[in-house]
Antibody, heavy 119, light 105 residues
């Protein structure tokens, strides 16, 4: 059973950046397809992008292109999501999740990381 | 871009009743890639159904999924107190519906 554990809550100023981590255990990290999904307060789920460590190539949702970077560190089985040029609308809970690529669903989720953007 | 529209927005029901949630796609999608999730306040989403009709590990059989093409349904045969939550449909990773809240009447 895959477990994903995320870093703690962050408070950031508008215009700054945030980097959230997601540490995986149980299974072969390099073959995972890790996506990031965010949820603004009281809102639905929004896919941001995904990355497969063994390929080290990420794909991003159009709306986040140029502002988000996904990376992985295979030595620590950790995935990272960096979001730049933060604005108040980026206040949300950010989740990492493992995508089962053959079927397109997320079978394991991190606990979520609240990022608050406020001056 | 495929858009998933869920209805109703809110479903008010009593424990023991049957819940029927709808997910409509803006164009035909493969049922192999249609999933449903349950989310409770303060928790991450939990996978319920994948491939439109297959229950995920540990999901009770009161949850069932059906549908094809553009119309999909999640049915909860008899609501238990722990089933009151928000439910999302999702198509291949990237696209989520806006959610249906199942609340206690």
């Amino acid at each position: 059973q895959v477990q994903l554990v995320q870093s703690g809550a962050e408070v950031k100023k508008p215009g700054s950046s945030v980097k959230v981590s997601c540490k995986a255990s149980g299974g072969t990290f390099s073959s995972y397809d890790i996506s990031w999904v965010r949820q603004a307060p009281g809102q639905g789920l929004q896919w941001m992008g995904g990355i497969i460590p063994i390929f080290a190539t990420a794909n991003y949702a159009q709306r986040f292109q140029g502002r988000v970077t996904l990376t992985t560190d295979e030595s620590t089985s950790t995935a990272y999501m960096e979001l730049r040029s933060l604005r108040s609308e980026d206040t949300a809970v950010y989740y990492c999740a493992r995508l089962i690529a053959a079927a397109g669903h997320f079978d394991s989720w991190g606990q979520g990381t609240l990022v608050t953007v406020s001056s | 871009e495929i858009v998933l529209t869920q209805s109703p927005g809110t479903l008010s029901l009593s424990p023991g009743e049957r819940a029927t949630l709808s997910c409509r796609a803006s164009q035909s999608v493969s049922s192999s890639y249609l999933a449903w999730y349950q989310q409770k306040p303060g928790q991450a989403p939990r996978l319920l159904i994948y491939g439109a009709s297959s229950r995920a590990t540990g999901i009770p059989d009161r949850f069932s999924g059906s549908g094809s093409g553009t119309d999909f349904t999640l049915t909860i045969s008899r609501l238990e107190p722990e089933d009151f939550a928000v439910y999302y449909c999702q198509q291949y990773g990237e696209t989520f519906g806006q959610g249906t809240k199942v609340e206690i009447k």
